[in-house]
């Protein structure tokens, strides 16, 4: 080849590195720097392609892994939120069970005490009852009485009066 003439194009992979050995080694063989430098030339394009291509290879690798672990975290993140609010509801829910439970059991109590004072007001009411009935049987039992002393005491002025009748007047 000549150095007027272009050179050939570089072809990739294997094949544009077996053309450009075999440019570079006849190169050396006829003697033709020219064609040498374009052998070497065309290798080294094929690595650098190669190259390229491997570490092209390597970021985009690097890259979806990147994601993936972006990925990975925000979902990370994602489960940790739906973890807390999950803890949180279930605060929640105890919260409001123990609430409810104080105000079944305060309910519970002021009906036992509502209990409890309708039955000491209605023993209160019997013994009442009870002390009035006495009373009205005890004041019936002293009129009784008094009735009976009573007609005693004119039984006993009338013998009195029997036997001695001056001291009527």
Known sequence: MSSDDRPEGVGGGLAGKLAGKAK??????????????????????VDAAR??????????QAEAQSELEQRRAATEAERERLAAEQAAAARED?????RAEQERQTEQR???ERAAAASVEARGEAVAASDQRRAQAERA??????????????LAEARADAIDPEEQR
């Open 24 to 45: 570079r080694a006849a190169g050396s063989v006829l003697g033709n720097e020219e064609l040498a430098r374009e052998g070497r030339l065309q290798e080294t394009q």
């Open 51 to 60: 190259d390229a291509r491997r570490e092209d290879a390597e970021a985009r």
């Open 94 to 98: 105890a919260i409001e069970r123990d």
């Open 110 to 112: 002021e009906a036992q």
């Open 141 to 154: 039992d002293e009129r009784r009485d008094a009735a009976e002393l009573e007609r005693e005491a004119r």
